[in-house]
């Protein structure tokens, strides 16, 4: 039946859009998890406009989306999913509870759609079937053979990781989330563990992280460092930092890839099909 994940926005906090952001991408956080031809999708950053034009032009009538959390750049381009609009699609929303959203999702998404942000409101998305608040450690079948696994991830105001199983085959989206140098997060390794495909949080690099402690993100190293631990085949290095150009990146690429051959670098537009 397949399993094939797609990364639409791999940038963090801000979208780019200049000559130096084209190899690797410039929209923010989303990525789709193609199982079969069933679609979930996690975090509706800007990317996630590029997913509701396959969505349209594949004919599809039904995804599951799932939020790690809602700052702004996972939750920017959720207006802009087309067809959230047409009443004849069927989305299904989930956000954990988390300190930063006490109101739950729904409240979230509403609020920037509001007059003066937005000029259309939540309540013109007439394809949205519900919208679903859980407690992180959660798991849920949104099909009956496919299994979606829940973990607490270290971020301000709270985050959370997922572990999608399907087939015999298992990747996880684990983005904005803090190490402690020299302690692996036991709950990330438990949701990680044999996973053939981590996509991890690597805003940063171990040279330049003291400087940003408290910000709620980790580094390329740390994820390479995780994968090994947990016997993980393969590490999408995610969630770059905007101020990387593609000459950056490309640095970054060429180093991990000389410290572990399961290392890659997520870009806009990437599909990987797992087996």
Request: hydrophobic fraction near 40%.
């Amino acid at each position: 039946m397949g399993y094939k994940v797609k990364f639409w926005g791999v940038r963090g906090s801000i979208a780019c859009s200049s000559p130096e952001h084209v190899v690797y991408g410039g929209n923010t956080s989303c990525v789709s998890f193609d199982l079969g031809g069933r679609l979930v999708v996690f975090d509706a950053g800007t990317g996630i406009r590029g997913f509701g034009r396959e969505v349209i032009a594949r004919g599809i009538g039904e995804a599951h989306l799932f939020f790690t959390h809602t700052h702004w750049d996972h939750i920017s381009g959720y207006p802009f999913f087309a067809p959230a609009f047409d009443p004849r699609f069927k989305l299904y929303v989930r956000g954990a509870r988390l300190v930063g959203n006490p109101n739950g999702i729904r409240h979230v998404l509403a609020n920037q759609m509001e007059n003066p942000n937005f000029p259309v409101p939540l309540t013109a998305m007439r394809g949205v079937v519900s919208y679903d608040d859980f407690d992180i450690g959660a798991v849920f079948q949104p099909y009956p053979d496919v299994t979606v696994r829940t973990g607490a991830l270290r971020h301000p105001n709270g985050a959370c990781g997922f572990r999608v199983e399907h087939a015999g085959i298992a990747a996880c989206y684990v983005t904005d989330t803090e190490h402690e140098p020299g302690q692996p997060d036991p709950s990330v390794l438990a949701l990680i563990e044999g996973a053939d495909l981590v996509i991890y949080d690597s805003t940063y690099a171990d040279e330049t992280f003291a400087a940003k402690v408290g910000w709620g993100h980790s580094t390329w190293q740390e994820g390479i460092r995780l994968a090994r631990a947990a016997g993980v085949k393969r590490l999408a290095i995610f969630h770059h930092d905007p101020d990387n150009t593609d000459e950056v990146m490309a640095g970054i690429e060429a180093r991990a890839i000389e410290q572990w051959d399961g290392a890659l670098v997520a870009r806009d537009g990437m599909e990987l099909t797992l087996a």
